[in-house]
């Protein structure tokens, strides 16, 4: 397996204010992704999941352990990771379609018309054309939420990071930006970590669904779903119902378990 994004034995604490209390959010973790994957991380609620992908992103520093992304060590963030986060983030001092294409600033690769086509492009595919002029303080929550993931795509970055992207949206737009995501996928083969608790979501857009125990977060599970269900049978519906239930009761069983250690540990 080519090692695209390597996560080697990281660990993240977090210290009360009084510095008393410690809260292990990451025991020695490690986990490695292939370039041009999709892997969906399921786990329990304050397992880590967003810890960890600030770290990826270089948002945040863990205590111990390393991340390297094509055998460059990490240290900080750069263009090269893309994030869009669990809560809606945009500049209310921009328009919708600035905020877009804020996102291709970096992008020298590409002329000031290519830019503008671009912006196009993904406000079209967001469903945001006809709000282009708007104040995002001036749109929906879900609209601000499909800026945000729009800018992010502008900015084509090696790796895309997705915190519950499309956990505010309704049900239409987010089988609509699934199916976008699927196709991004099939011709770009964008490397993407994206974090969701919709199981459904998770097998129908991954190559690898990873899932995480009740905090410290460790992965339990490690599933190929291309094995169980390949792409073609997963065309933003699943073909086979008894491939899909059985994956997903395999996968709810492990959360289940998961969920009850975290009630139990309070
Ligand atoms: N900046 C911080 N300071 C202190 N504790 C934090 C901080 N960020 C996260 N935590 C704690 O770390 C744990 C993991 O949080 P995290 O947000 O990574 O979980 P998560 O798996 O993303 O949960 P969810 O599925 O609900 O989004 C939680 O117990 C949380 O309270
Ligand atoms: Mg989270």
Request: aromatic share 8%; hydrophobic share 40%; proline share 3%.
């Amino acid at each position: 397996m080519n090692k695209f994004i390597e996560i080697s034995d990281v660990t993240k604490s977090y210290w009360s204010e009084d510095g008393k209390k410690q809260t292990k959010v990451l025991l020695p973790l490690s986990l490695n992704i292939a370039e041009g994957e999709i892997v969906m991380f399921l786990g329990p609620s304050g397992c880590g999941k967003t810890t960890l992908m600030r770290i990826v992103g270089g948002l945040e520093k863990q205590d111990k352990g390393s991340i390297r992304l094509a055998g460059d060590l990490l240290a900080g963030p750069d263009q090269r990771r893309g994030m869009v986060f669990q809560s809606y983030s945009s500049f209310p001092w921009l328009t919708v379609r600035d905020n877009i294409k804020f996102g291709t600033r970096y992008r020298r690769e590409i002329s000031v018309t290519e830019k503008e086509k671009i912006t196009d492009h993904y406000m079209n595919m967001v469903g945001l054309s006809s709000f282009s002029d708007f104040y995002t303080n001036r749109i929906s929550g879900g609209m601000r939420q499909r800026v945000a993931i729009a800018r992010t795509l502008a900015s084509s970055p090696d790796v895309l990071l997705m915190d519950e992207p499309f956990g505010a949206l309704d049900a239409q737009t987010r089988e609509h930006l699934q199916f976008q995501l699927m196709e991004i996928n099939k011709s770009e083969q964008k490397t993407t970590i994206f974090v969701t608790h919709d199981v459904e979501e998770a097998i129908l857009l991954a190559d690898h669904i990873v899932i995480f125990s009740a905090r410290p977060a460790q992965v339990v599970k490690k599933i190929d779903v291309n094995a169980a269900i390949p792409v073609s049978e997963r065309q933003n519906r699943i073909a086979d119902p008894q491939k899909f239930f059985s994956l997903r009761n395999e996968i709810l069983e492990i959360i289940r378990a998961e969920y009850h250690q975290t009630v139990e540990a309070g």
